[in-house]
């Protein structure tokens, strides 16, 4: 399974989250597993951050672009 997962916004900033096992996964069509989020779907990612490391919270994901 994966332990992160990086994020690209539409102007470009790009952010790597830490994904652990209390981080809730949320994927269109009734996914909960992180590894159901596939490259160039549209995610919201809300997360903490503790020093330079950012850990996923909540993961939502609307599927592809």
Do not use: C, M, W, Y
Request: net charge neutral.
């Amino acid at each position: 399974s994966p332990t992160a997962i990086t994020v690209k916004a539409s102007d470009g900033f790009t952010e790597t989250f830490v994904v652990g096992s209390d981080t809730k996964v949320r994927v269109k069509g009734g996914g909960t597993s992180i590894s159901a989020v596939l490259v160039n779907d549209q995610v919201v990612v809300s997360g903490t951050k503790a020093g330079s490391s950012v850990t996923a919270v909540h993961v939502l994901d609307a599927g592809p672009a």
